[in-house]
């Protein structure tokens, strides 16, 4: 079908605006984390030998652009664009944290004009929609350019039992709305334990668990079985002194929040869809590792996970941990899955470790941690290659993706096979998605979604954290200047 002919003063405005951007400061992004001096340099870290592509092995195309942006409309490519660039702008995030924080932001018109900014621009590109019928859109338009979607309800953290119990409704409906529609359409529903659970209770429950791996005689009556949270490597530090015991209640809220997530698991596994535990800070990651590793040896599908637990490889004891847990899932014939990530909560990590006199749980550097998740993929497609467990490979980091998908056909592991998958937030990293798509490989698109007043302090929180992702996105804005030029230059000869 012919594309629609776009003035040429709209590319000559893009290259324009996109230049300026694209000279802005070098910022570490989500998946490039570690020492912030350490990505100021000029010359490139060159991969070890034995991890090189070779020209005839070359996996990902990223030459052809009208390959790569098959199925994507001119309108779209133009609106992304612009979008990607003013996102890039890092005073855009703080320009939404004093927003959020203003007292403006109760004033009728002020909140109508700058709601109704972001619906049209950041939302409509980051978000999948406001509820589920506009999610099913979404999710449909990601089906016909050969994406998945992985439906992430955009709550942040609750505050008590109702806003629990809430939560839990729409992660019901979520998972209904999910098999409502076609197998191929979507790959997880995701959740927040902290939607579930109050992070309070979620860090009293991690200092108990904490305290039970120094001390295993330690007694902890309300915990399940579970496979292991720590390794040798693990940081303690969080918990300097013997913690209390939790309270009736307490106990009873948290038994409340183990009988919830229970609920989802059991509709998850009754309907056949996967179930996707998001991960947090490590001053409450033990509990919700305890939750999804507990639900994990519950609730599975024969020899395939159900259950995919968060590892943030950033960690230095990510791998370990990881290694220690998947071990011990097979020990008791448990199929464990796992959603691999760099990590999102560097600065607050590093400033909780210092303000306590420890060192930072993250590692000295980026390229560590570009090695540790390299690594993590590594073993968790060896693993896969040998009939065992399944990971979903979060990445937005091009070099890491064209690792791991030449490694999985070393491996003998099927492009189109479940236990593997790709996947990136939405409006973010397309290249990278359909670069893996055109390869042959499953790729999902990461969906928050929720009313825009909603979801707007959930994307605040997610920006702040993850200053410097956005600003990354030069990639992806070449690319696309690059198919939109070849496509005026078609429309025009």
């Given amino acids: 079908m012919a594309n629609k002919v776009v003035s040429p003063k709209v590319f000559r405005d893009l290259r324009c605006f996109a230049r300026c951007l694209?000279?802005?400061?070098?910022?570490?992004?989500?998946?490039?984390?570690?020492?912030?001096?350490?990505?100021?340099?000029?010359?490139?870290?060159?991969?070890?030998?034995?991890q090189l592509v070779a020209p005839e092995k070359k996996v990902i195309n990223f030459?052809?652009?009208?390959?790569?942006?098959?199925g994507v409309s001119t309108s779209k490519m133009i609106r992304?664009?612009?979008?990607?660039?003013?996102?890039?702008?890092?005073?855009m995030v703080d320009i939404g944290i004093w927003v959020m924080n203003s007292k403006f932001k109760h004033t009728p018109i002020f909140r109508e004009v700058i709601m109704g900014f972001v619906k049209n621009t950041f939302y409509e590109h980051f978000c999948a929609g406001k509820d589920l019928a506009e999610v099913r859109r979404t999710v449909t338009k990601l089906s016909n350019v050969g994406l998945k979607g992985m439906l992430d309800y955009g709550v942040e953290?609750?505050?008590?039992?109702?806003?629990?119990?809430?939560?839990?409704?729409?992660?019901?409906q979520t998972a209904e709305s999910?098999?409502?529609?076609?197998?191929?359409?979507?790959?997880?529903v995701v959740v927040k334990v902290t939607a579930l659970c109050t992070p309070k209770l979620l860090k009293r429950v991690s200092d108990l668990l904490r305290r039970e791996h120094k001390n295993p005689s330690f007694n902890l009556p309300w915990k399940h079985k579970a496979l292991p949270l720590f390794a040798d490597s693990s940081r303690l530090y969080h918990t300097a002194e013997k913690p209390e015991p939790l309270t009736v209640e307490e106990e009873r809220d948290l038994q409340l929040a183990h009988d919830r997530l229970m609920k989802i698991c059991k509709k998850c596994l009754e309907i056949d869809v996967e179930l996707l535990i998001d991960a947090e800070d490590t001053s409450i990651q033990p509990a919700?590792?305890?939750?999804?590793?507990?639900?994990?040896?519950?609730?599975?599908?024969?020899?395939?996970?159900l259950i995919f637990g968060t590892i943030q490889a950033y960690l230095k004891d990510s791998k370990e941990r990881m290694v220690i847990a998947k071990r011990a899932a097979e020990k008791m014939g448990v199929p464990m899955g796992f959603k691999l990530v760099r990590g999102a909560y560097m600065s607050s990590e590093n400033d909780l470790a210092s303000s306590l006199?420890?060192?930072?749980?993250?590692?000295?550097?980026?390229?560590?941690?570009?090695?540790?998740?390299?690594?993590?993929?590594?073993?968790?497609?060896?693993?896969?290659?040998?009939?065992?467990?399944?990971?979903v490979l979060a990445t937005h980091n091009i070099e890491s993706g064209k690792l791991a998908a030449s490694k999985a056909i070393d491996f003998g592991i099927r492009k189109d096979s479940q236990k593997l998958q790709f996947a990136q937030l939405y409006g973010m990293a397309e290249g990278l998605s359909f670069g893996l798509r055109n390869a042959g490989f499953q790729v999902s698109k990461y969906l928050p979604f929720g009313p825009v007043e909603q979801v707007m302090p959930?994307?605040?929180?997610?920006?702040?954290?993850n200053r410097g992702l956005l600003s990354t996105s030069a990639f992806d804005r070449q690319l696309m200047r690059k198919e939109l030029t070849r496509r005026f230059e078609v429309a025009t000869s």
């Fill in 22 to 50: 694209n000279t802005a400061p070098t910022v570490p992004p989500m998946n490039f984390t570690g020492n912030y001096d350490a990505t100021n340099v000029t010359k490139p870290t060159l991969l070890p030998a034995d």
């Fill in 63 to 70: 030459d052809d652009v009208k390959e790569l942006f098959t």
């Fill in 80 to 91: 992304s664009s612009l979008t990607l660039q003013m996102a890039s702008i890092e005073s």
């Fill in 157 to 172: 953290h609750a505050t008590e039992n109702d806003s629990c119990d809430q939560s839990m409704k729409v992660f019901l």
């Fill in 178 to 188: 999910a098999k409502s529609l076609p197998s191929s359409y979507v790959s997880f």
């Fill in 288 to 305: 919700i590792d305890y939750f999804a590793y507990s639900a994990a040896i519950k609730y599975h599908k024969d020899d395939h996970p």
């Fill in 357 to 391: 006199g420890f060192k930072s749980p993250i590692h000295d550097s980026i390229q560590q941690t570009h090695d540790c998740y390299n690594s993590c993929a590594e073993f968790m497609l060896d693993e896969i290659a040998n009939g065992s467990g399944a990971v």
């Fill in 458 to 465: 959930y994307l605040i929180r997610r920006a702040e954290e």
